[in-house]
């Protein structure tokens, strides 16, 4: 079983997740930029973590043979924050680079006026940079944020085809269905989807634009859970070819939209700029 993780951040986990990912079949993953745990303090935070995104998380993952894309935004928890907003006008620099396959998370934490700006501003800069967008669901209120979001998406300039709705469940697969996106369903140990209620979407809507990922970050989560769902389509009457679509080829096709996936993956250096997480090794 060979998975691609849409949705995982990584910075948050640690080698020995790496390895039980691959040892699982993960063999690719995008993390999506988000916020930290607590509230970040200016632009030059952002700016050192996104450098982290593009150069020491892709260095890390190669060491366990998984190839690492990412994704760069103003994430929507911290849209609302001033000190943090002048990463918007930042942001073009990073969009650029060649590991960056959609513009995200973004979309909606409270739905303030905030974060109404962000999110239209940011579905422009994928627009002008030919990039998909991922968009975060707010956790609460979720149909009402739903509707929101794809009012925002159909008066933007960014295609409904080019974009992924995340942490989708019961109450807004359908009409996240009807909005033309791609659908994303986080799969977690407590809150959001299990593996047994993702497999009953998957019988009611089919596997087609559907992407399953574990989300993993610093809370109760596993990041082992898109196998777990590969497992449980399996047993639930899916073949292989049902769950290879929704686990490697979906979210292939949504992020190679980007033109910038590279799935091959060259063998690893020794050094990233004179630091190695090999501790001890030759």
């Known amino acids: ?18 390895e039980a990912m691959y040892a ?4 690719a993953l995008v993390e999506p930029s988000f916020w930290l745990g607590q ?12 450098d982290a995104l593009l150069g020491w998380e892709p260095f890390r993952a190669a060491q366990y043979g998984i190839a690492h894309h990412c994704t760069i935004a103003l994430n929507p928890k911290e849209a609302n924050d001033p000190r943090c907003t002048p990463v918007l006008d930042a942001l073009p620099r990073y969009l650029v680079k060649d590991s960056v ?29 030919g990039l998909p967008a991922l968009v975060h669901t707010p956790h609460r209120d979720k149909l009402a944020g739903l509707h929101r979001t794809v009012d925002v998406i159909r008066e933007s300039d960014l295609p409904a085809d ?23 369903f986080s799969i977690y140990p407590d809150t959001k989807m299990d593996e047994d209620r993702m ?9 087609e634009k559907v992407l399953v990922n574990s989300a993993a970050d610093w809370g109760r989560s596993d990041p082992l859970k898109t196998r777990k769902v590969g497992d ?20 292939v096709a949504f992020y190679g ?25 030759e």
């Open 162 to 184: 080019r974009v992924l709705l995340d942490h989708l469940n019961e109450t807004t697969v359908e009409p996240a269905t009807d909005s033309g996106c791609w659908l994303g």
């Open 232 to 251: 449980t389509m399996l047993a639930s009457g899916f073949t292989e070819d049902d769950v290879d679509q929704v686990l490697w080829r979906n979210p």
């Open 24 to 27: 699982a079949g993960v063999r």
């Open 1 to 18: 079983m060979r998975i691609f993780d849409p949705h995982i951040h990584m910075t948050s986990r640690t080698t020995d997740d790496y």
């Open 39 to 50: 509230p970040r303090t200016s632009p030059a935070s952002f700016f050192d973590y996104f």
């Open 199 to 207: 497999v009953s979407i998957l019988k009611t809507y089919g596997t």
């Open 101 to 129: 396959v959609a513009v995200g998370e973004i979309g909606y934490d409270s739905m303030t006026p905030a974060e109404d700006f962000a999110l239209a501003a940011q579905l422009q800069l994928a627009a002008d940079h």
């Open 257 to 281: 939209l980007s033109g910038r996936l590279q799935l091959d993956l060259p063998g690893p250096e020794g050094l990233h700029e004179g630091n190695s997480i090999l501790r001890g090794g």
